[in-house]
């Protein structure tokens, strides 16, 4: 009862506070397709300005990604540390939240846990002191970005990334971290679920939108043709529209892509270790676009969603993320430009 009682008020101080911040005039207008690319955190610093590229596609949001770590059975998240790439920290995240602003994007921050060797799914503990501990912990993770989302006024703010496990045994903590970081910020806040996560979240009501990591497995062929993957979402597409629905939430695609390699529009996480050995097949990953557009594109529950992914500079054709989830330089680059500049549907055969 005392656990409800504290998650009610809460509520009800961030209802106050959001309403407050959604009079501000600066706010993105979110009952548009979100057209958005999943921005690679660079090493360094910017030695030129990577937003004109971004724009250049018809893009109008990116995700600023400041990662953090732990390890599985690791009750620690690890984040800001000197170790890491400049652009996933605080420092790199403001400049890239400022200079996308200057270009007139959107920005959704998207704190996110990586675990070397494993998944974020995966992450579990034998104990409630276990879990109370990483708990703390990643709460702290996510404030700290909230403050930051807040200062540099971004749009919107992802609370979490494929906790599988997590948001099944421990659902109040998500419900009680929504309502802190709503006292936090102000904005549009989502999760990023996994595609064989999303229908098991009791808490998207409590979330301005349901968000989907969209790797779907649809088409076992080195090149499915965009009809075979129109016809691989539709029991799919019937799902999520069911969940919209029930939670009468939109739903924005946190995360899509494909690599540029065979099969990529079917278990494409699997290929990720082997992609260097693979042929690139550029055909493959633009009709995978061209199928998930051509499929939601009109849907007035889809809010649109984050390419995943995109370098701050494009990769050389002998480089390694040549064959990876991004489009720059390729077939798929057109597709997204097409859909993203407000282009109608490809005709096809």
Known sequence: MKVIIIHLVLMLIATNCQQQFLSRSAIADTSKPVKGLSFVAPSRPFTSNPMPLV????????????????????????????????????????????????????????????????????????????????????????????????????????????????????????????????????????????????????????????????????????????????KAWQPILKNIEKLHTKFDRPVIFTEFG???????????????RTMREMPINEQAQANAYEGLFDTFWQKTWWHGGFMWKWF??????????????TPQGKLGEQVLKRWYSGATAKEVQ
């Open 55 to 230: 724009a250049s596609v018809g893009a109008d949001w990116i995700a600023v990604i400041p990662y953090g770590f732990c390890r599985l059975g690791d009750s620690i998240v690890h984040f800001d540390e000197n170790k890491q790439w400049w652009g996933e920290g605080k420092t790199g995240c403001e400049e890239t939240i400022r200079l996308a602003h200057e270009a007139n994007l959107n920005v959704m921050l998207k704190p996110q846990i990586w675990i070397p060797q494993g998944w974020t799914g995966d992450l579990d503990f034998k104990t409630d002191e276990e879990w109370e501990t990483w708990e703390k912990s990643y709460e702290q993770y996510i404030l700290l970005f909230s403050d930051i989302a807040t200062k540099n006024k971004v749009d919107m703010l992802c609370i979490g990334t494929e906790f599988k496990i997590s948001v099944q045994k421990r659902p109040d903590f998500w419900r009680s971290l929504i309502a802190k970081v709503r006292i936090h910020y102000q904005g549009k806040i989502v999760y990023a679920a996994n595609w064989d996560e999303y229908q098991l979240i009791s808490f998207w009501n409590d979330l301005d939108y349901i968000g989907i990591n969209a790797y779907f497995p649809l088409v076992e062929e080195a090149t499915p043709s965009i009809p075979s993957l129109r």
């Open 258 to 272: 494909y690599l540029s390699t065979d099969g990529c529009a079917y278990n494409t996480w699997e290929l990720e």
């Open 312 to 325: 701050p500079e494009p990769p050389k054709p002998e480089s390694r993320q040549y064959r990876d989830y």
